[in-house]
T-cell receptor, first 111, second 113 residues
Framework: SQQGEEDPQALSIQEGENATMNCSYK?????LQWYRQNSGRGLVHLIL?????REKHSGRLRVTLDTSKKSSSLLITASRAADTASYFC???????????FGKGITLSVRP | DADVTQTPRNRITKTGKRIMLECSQT?????MYWYRQDPGLGLRLIYY???????NKGEISDGYSVSRQAQAKFSLSLESAIPNQTALYFC????????????FGPGTRLTVL
């Protein structure tokens, strides 16, 4: 069963705009991670936020976590055509647990 | 990610055939995973291994088996392939001392006719 659910399912924006993607989850987590997948290729880890953190930055990426609402958001600022990909959130619930992935968000950035 | 390799990259087979997908890693990670990806369903965990001789079922293990031959190698077998096993298969690794950040192979596209 899916722990994380991303929203929206698909997002289309113009190059230079910001892209915001959301993830909601159901149970308490140890950390939440965001991954990117270019078409037909393996997932690449982008950023991790621990349950005791509220915000984290990495380059043009900003991720927030609200454990009271069981939700996270990923913001990509100043988007580029090369950001076109699918983005997945994944939740980690314990030291010996697995990651549970959402179904993904398809982001299209128009040049 | 060249540190995690999968063979073959593409495979077309027929119903009833036995298929083995192989995964190797040079990252020195102790944990390895097999996922399948289907359109609209995201990634689903088939099997995972936290170390050599440790094998655990994921959410969709029926029809699959695995072998952890060494820390660096984790293979997935379909004993008798069926068409609904047509999917994109990914191997991933992680280190037990991390926060379970996973590193993925390039995937194997399997088609069962």
């Amino acid at each position: 069963s899916q722990q994380g659910e991303e929203d929206p399912q698909a997002l289309s924006i113009q190059e230079g705009e910001n892209a915001t993607m959301n993830c909601s989850y159901k149970t308490s987590i140890n950390n939440l991670q965001w991954y990117r997948q270019n078409s037909g290729r393996g997932l690449v880890h982008l950023i991790l936020i621990r349950s005791n953190e509220r915000e984290k930055h990495s380059g043009r990426l900003r991720v927030t976590l609200d454990t009271s609402k069981k939700s996270s958001s990923l913001l990509i600022t100043a988007s580029r055509a090369a950001d076109t990909a699918s983005y997945f959130c994944a939740t980690h619930t314990g030291a010996n647990s697995k990651l549970t992935f959402g179904k993904g968000i398809t982001l299209s950035v128009r040049p | 990610d060249a540190d995690v390799t999968q063979t073959p990259r593409n495979r077309i087979t027929k119903t009833g055939k036995r298929i083995m997908l192989e995964c190797s890693q040079t990252k020195g990670h102790d944990r390895m995973y097999w996922y399948r990806q289907d359109p609209g369903l995201g990634l689903r965990l088939i099997y995972y291994s936290f170390d050599v001789k440790d094998i655990n079922k994921g959410e969709i293990s029926d029809g699959y088996s695995v072998s952890r031959q060494a820390q660096a190698k984790f293979s997935l077998s379909l004993e008798s392939a069926i068409p609904n096993q047509t999917a994109l298969y990914f191997c991933a690794t992680s280190y037990s001392g991390s926060h379970n950040e996973q590193f993925f192979g390039p995937g194997t596209r399997l088609t069962v006719l």
